[in-house]
Every structure is written in structure tokens, then in C-alpha cells.
């Protein structure tokens, strides 16, 4: 007996090829609605999560994993409904892991047990290699899963993360995977070691390469070191971003929870001047481009580009002066 065909004159009456804008819109599906609200996470979309070494990224991570697999909205981060979520993570002993998730089940009950999975098997294989790629994808289509999260994602690959062309081609392999899977990524990965306070997305390592692939950006910072407390600042491709919004971590269910306190105001961002480039070279001395950029970044709280305009502009005035590679005041 032959078998039936599914009914796809739906699909067959659908018009392709060049459309008037009447037709686009006419035959335009409604867009799905997100996974995590608002405009977090969206249906098949890629976030990255970032911040300097311990400041929580993969607690917080872990959080969103058991909000999505139990449809429970925390912290401020609003989820429609429960999905399947596959973490792949490679920094700690599968003992450990269940460790760290248990008291984060607590709050939540049995609610995400059928929905979270763990590939334990993830340590060791490398998006960067097809053998790799084939072992994650098939993990993804045992799981089911809508959401798979990659923590961290230098631990995926062995590429040169300075390198922009292998940055390029390894999220080339991030969009097979999605692609392939039609899963929603989340990935948790290094910034570089100067973030000036108005980087979001460009604070990434491979910044360039990211922003072609990346939906949306979330950064964690910690205003003090001596209290439990970040800061997420948020960077969207398709939504305006909303304010940055400050956690506290609860020690003893390892979930960070919406802060009374608000964020300091960002002050306006300014002109970096010539004197204050002239500053930075009277207190370090002679030092090479970069380093004269990222302290330029650090005391003046610049973006990247402004202190390289500083910079080229204090050399064509010659109140700095470029000397065998490196920087210094005129004599």
C-alpha cells in the first residue's frame, strides 16, 4: 500500500519567488513568540551570555535552564510556557554539576525533572570537527530539545579566538547547529579583559564575528566585589534593549533574584580629550597602541573606538608622539 502523503496545499498555494509587498504580507506567518521574554531569547535564536571570570555566568545560565524546562518565570526573565532544554557543559565532574543543580531544584519541585537533560558525554568533542558537530546534533535530536546550552563555548573548539577567520568559521558551525537541530543556543563565553561601560555585544572575544550570528547579548557585571550582586546589561538585534537590571545570588538556592537596588546611572558618554590622553602617557610612560587604548578605556570609561580617536588625534596635533612602536610625549 502506497503511503499517504501529508496534506500540503497550504504550502502548495503559498506564492514563492518575487513577491509584491501585498503578497509577502498577505502570506507573512505570525512570528513566533520568544522563548524567554522580553526578547531574551528567540524561537531558534542564539544568546550570548558573558562576563569576566567568576562573576556568575554559569549559575545564572543553569537558572534559565531549569526556568525554561519548568515553565517557571524568574529574576525578571518571563517564560511562556515549559521546554525541553540539553545543556552541554564541560568546566565541571558530572558529580559536581548535580551538586550545584540540586539546590537550585528545590525552589522549583519536580517541575523541570522530564524536561532538563545533561549530555555527560559533551567533555571532548568539538564543534569545530565534523565528528564533533555529529555527536552534539544527535544528543540534540535524542533530547528533543528547543533550547541547548553551551557552557562555555571555548571548550567546543580549538581555534584561535583572536583569530577573526576562525571566529567566523566556528560561528558558521553555531548556525549548522542551530540550523540543523532547530534549536535555540545559548552560549555562555569570555569577554576580552577591558570593557569600557557602554560595551555590550563588542565586549566578546571575536566581538566581529559574533555580532553576525548572535540574536541577542547579555553581560554580567559586578558593581562591588564584596557584595553577591551583578548587573546584567542586555544588547538585542531585532528589540530595543531594556535597562540594565541588577541580581542578588541566594546562597542557599544558588537562583539570583530581582535586586531592590537599581543600577548606578551611566553618565553620559564623553569626548575622550587630548589631556586626558596626555595623562594617561605622563603617569605609564612610553607604552605600545594597545596598551595605551585600554588605559585610555579604563580611566576615561570610552568605548574601544573613541580611545583610538583620542589616540590618532593627539598624534596629528603632536601632543604624543609615536616613537619605534611606541607611545610617548614629546620630549
Same mark, same amino acid.
Given at each position: 500500500?502506497?503511503?499517504?502523503?501529508?496534506? @500540503?496545499?497550504?504550502?502548495?498555494?503559498?506564492? &514563492?519567488?518575487?513577491?509584491?509587498?501585498?503578497?509577502?504580507?498577505?502570506?507573512?506567518?505570525?512570528?513566533?513568540?520568544?522563548? %524567554?521574554?522580553?526578547?531574551?531569547?528567540?524561537?531558534?535564536?542564539?544568546?550570548?551570555?558573558?562576563?569576566?571570570?567568576?562573576?556568575?555566568?554559569?549559575?545564572?545560565?543553569?537558572?534559565?535552564?531549569?526556568?525554561?524546562?519548568?515553565? &517557571?518565570?524568574?529574576?525578571?526573565?518571563?517564560?511562556?510556557?515549559? *521546554? *525541553?532544554? +540539553?545543556? &552541554?557543559?564541560?568546566?565541571?565532574?558530572?558529580?559536581?554539576?548535580?551538586?550545584?543543580?540540586?539546590?537550585?531544584?528545590?525552589?522549583?519541585?519536580?517541575?523541570?525533572?522530564? @524536561?532538563?537533560? %545533561?549530555?555527560? =558525554?559533551?567533555?571532548?568533542?568539538?564543534?569545530?570537527?565534523?565528528?564533533?558537530?555529529?555527536?552534539?546534533?544527535?544528543?540534540?535530536?535524542?533530547?528533543?530539545?528547543?533550547?541547548?546550552?553551551?557552557?562555555?563555548?571555548?571548550?567546543?573548539?580549538?581555534?584561535?579566538?583572536?583569530?577573526?577567520?576562525?571566529?567566523?568559521?566556528?560561528?558558521?558551525?553555531?548556525?549548522?547547529?542551530?540550523?540543523?537541530?532547530?534549536?535555540?543556543? %545559548?552560549?555562555?563565553?569570555?569577554?576580552?579583559?577591558?570593557?569600557?561601560?557602554?560595551?555590550?555585544?563588542?565586549?566578546?572575544?571575536?566581538?566581529?564575528?559574533?555580532?553576525?550570528?548572535?540574536?541577542?547579548?547579555?553581560?554580567?557585571?559586578?558593581?562591588?566585589?564584596?557584595?553577591?550582586?551583578?548587573? +546584567?546589561?542586555?544588547?538585542?538585534?531585532?528589540?530595543?534593549?531594556?535597562?540594565?537590571?541588577?541580581?542578588?545570588?541566594?546562597?542557599?538556592?544558588?537562583?539570583?533574584?530581582?535586586?531592590?537596588?537599581?543600577?548606578?546611572?551611566?553618565?553620559? *558618554?564623553?569626548?575622550?580629550?587630548?589631556?586626558?590622553?596626555?595623562?594617561?602617557?605622563?603617569?605609564?610612560?612610553?607604552?605600545?597602541? @594597545?596598551?595605551?587604548?585600554? =588605559?585610555?578605556?579604563?580611566?576615561?570609561?570610552?568605548?574601544?573606538?573613541?580611545?583610538?580617536?583620542?589616540?590618532?588625534?593627539?598624534?596629528?596635533?603632536?601632543? %604624543?608622539?609615536?616613537? @619605534?612602536?611606541?607611545?610617548?610625549?614629546?620630549?
Amino acid at each position: 500500500m502506497r503511503e499517504k502523503l501529508p496534506d @500540503n496545499s497550504e504550502a502548495a498555494t503559498r506564492p &514563492c519567488g518575487v513577491l509584491s509587498l501585498g503578497q509577502l504580507l498577505q502570506h507573512q506567518p505570525a512570528p513566533t513568540p520568544a522563548l %524567554i521574554d522580553p526578547a531574551v531569547l528567540p524561537f531558534s535564536g542564539i544568546l550570548f551570555v558573558g562576563g569576566e571570570p567568576k562573576v556568575g555566568k554559569s549559575l545564572l545560565v543553569a537558572n534559565l535552564a531549569l526556568a525554561l524546562a519548568s515553565g &517557571c518565570s524568574r529574576a525578571g526573565f518571563q517564560i511562556p510556557r515549559p *521546554r *525541553r532544554v +540539553l545543556i &552541554c557543559q564541560f568546566e565541571l565532574p558530572t558529580s559536581q554539576f548535580a551538586a550545584r543543580l540540586a539546590p537550585m531544584r528545590q525552589p522549583i519541585g519536580e517541575a523541570a525533572d522530564s @524536561n532538563l537533560l %545533561i549530555d555527560t =558525554q559533551a567533555a571532548g568533542h568539538l564543534l569545530s570537527s565534523a565528528r564533533g558537530l555529529d555527536h552534539f546534533l544527535r544528543a540534540i535530536r535524542n533530547a528533543k530539545a528547543e533550547v541547548v546550552v553551551l557552557d562555555p563555548l571555548y571548550s567546543t573548539h580549538d581555534q584561535d579566538e583572536n583569530d577573526t577567520r576562525a571566529m567566523a568559521a566556528l560561528c558558521q558551525t553555531l548556525l549548522r547547529l542551530r540550523d540543523a537541530s532547530g534549536s535555540a543556543l %545559548i552560549v555562555v563565553h569570555h569577554v576580552r579583559k577591558s570593557v569600557g561601560r557602554y560595551e555590550i555585544g563588542s565586549a566578546f572575544r571575536g566581538s566581529s564575528a559574533l555580532h553576525a550570528v548572535g540574536d541577542s547579548y547579555l553581560l554580567l557585571v559586578r558593581p562591588s566585589p564584596q557584595l553577591p550582586t551583578i548587573e +546584567l546589561r542586555f544588547q538585542f538585534r531585532y528589540a530595543p534593549a531594556p535597562e540594565p537590571r541588577l541580581l542578588t545570588l541566594d546562597s542557599h538556592t544558588l537562583w539570583f533574584e530581582a535586586s531592590t537596588s537599581k543600577p548606578a546611572p551611566a553618565h553620559a *558618554r564623553r569626548k575622550v580629550e587630548t589631556a586626558d590622553v596626555e595623562r594617561v602617557l605622563a603617569a605609564s610612560g612610553s607604552v605600545r597602541f @594597545n596598551q595605551l587604548r585600554e =588605559q585610555i578605556m579604563s580611566e576615561s570609561e570610552c568605548s574601544r573606538r573613541t580611545a583610538q580617536l583620542a589616540i590618532r588625534r593627539a598624534c596629528k596635533e603632536g601632543s %604624543i608622539i609615536q616613537d @619605534n612602536g611606541q607611545y610617548r610625549l614629546p620630549l
